[in-house]
């Protein structure tokens, strides 16, 4: 059925109707156990959703609508192995990746434990042999930087990673990123390094893919360059990828080629060989704590009731929102520089997957799917885009994300603390008029000043939030943290009725790209170009010659 048309939908509908605007300062006055009663912790991690436009009724329909949605059934079908990737015909098994244990997981009547299980120790064996000098470059000399090329999930996953957990890093082992096929990304990456002791990962699911391609030739050119010899590659190039005989032409020896599986997506890749940047940067030890923390959020998960499920909880909020109150963004904050990256992982991670108008069962929705996904992190946030949020007239939902405790400096992490909690409550209780009058009398401005400037200093607030509080953000936190947000998206695609796991909408712009090189390098101009893209091909012919 239609999802708009399901009774447990239009019952939300009602609701808001009827609960309309009220204030969230409200709802803490009348229910002095608010925060206890919406909250939830696992392991730890404690969640707390209350500063949400939400009372008791908002989550028992919520729920509601996923029970309606058979969310249930789709949980067990992704972990079961089942090919829910319908327009690819793959199972979504990323879960797999992170599995502890010994019970065997199953795709298409195949345990791909004991495959997963002989990746992870190649990983193993090669990361030691890294880390000791064991392993050289051609001319005997140890490794001294780790150069990742690859895109999209081939890299935001491994970059995002790598930053968040760098008070653990490896100190002998630069790792550095490349990913934009814009040639300032690997010559400034490169301009800094020595061939002789620099190790490309060519990082690439389908090892096709246009800018990562690009950047290993001219990485493969670089080091052939500087040390002359074909055989310098086995050396100085490892693959992460599905595709053996594309590794093979490239001319990296498949002994050094870490395998994964059409059953693991592109954006959730970084648990499987995608993470051996990771891996390097931080030792095996650190990446497998990571993977036990997934896997902990998994069968949390799986396991735990609706009502305490923290990825359900997440989703649901999400679609009270985006769906019931007209937000068209998530902002995600997180408290912690060394999370800089996670916006833009999460904005792969939720935008890929949920950015869709057409429906599983081949129609088109009638309803809003997945939302814009921004951020930055705090405090640098607050000196730049926080202002709209408190004053803007639109509604934004925030995920704040802090620890209670880092390896850095204790005083900076007071004031990150304080500012981090002072952020949301101000969002949340804003400040009446009134309010700003009785401050500024106080202070003592004329009457007339204080009328002029009253609406200036007035909040309207009610801007709702979650704070994700850590006891600290280690890597078996932050692949809890990760698991969390992968979940919640895959709640959502369920209940927007979407695909989540593919991906055909970057199609397009690739075929086109592909149309417009030849006319870029020369050839003469597709007569059927629209009329602004002939006349930018035409000024950059004038401009390059
Ligand atoms: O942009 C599309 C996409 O397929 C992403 O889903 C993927 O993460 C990225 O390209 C890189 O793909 P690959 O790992 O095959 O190079």
Redesign the pocket.
Known sequence: MQLNQLPEWQALGEHRDEIGERHLRELFAADPERFERLTLRHEGLLLDFSKNRIEARTLELLRNLARACDLETWIERMFAGEPINTTEGRAVLHTALRHRGDTPVMVDGVDVMPAVREVLDKMRAFVAAVHSGEWRGHGGQPITDVVNI?????DLGPVMVSEALKAYRHREIRVHFVSNVDGAHIDETLAGLDPATTLFIV???????QE?MTNAHSARHWLLAALGDESAVARHFVALSTNQGAVESFGIDPANMFEFWDWV???Y?LWSA?GLSIALALGMDEFERLLEGAAAMDAHFRETPFESNLPVTLALLGIWYHNFLGAETQAIVPYAQNLHRLPAYLQ?ADM?SNGKTATRDGGFVAWDTGPVIWGEPGTNGQHAFFQLLHQGTRLIPVDFIVAARTPYSGEHHELLLANCLAQSAALMRGKTTDEARAEMQAQGLAADEIERLAPHKTYRGNQPSNTLLFEVLDARALGGLIALYEHKIFCQGIVWQVCSFD?WG?ELGKQLAGRLLPQIRGAAPDASLDASSAGLLAQLKTWRK
């Not at 690859?150 to 081939?154: F, L, M, V």
């Open positions: 690859g895109i999209g999930g081939s990082a690439s699911k389908t090892f096709t893919t990562t997506g592109g954006r890749s995608i792969q890929e991906q970057v």
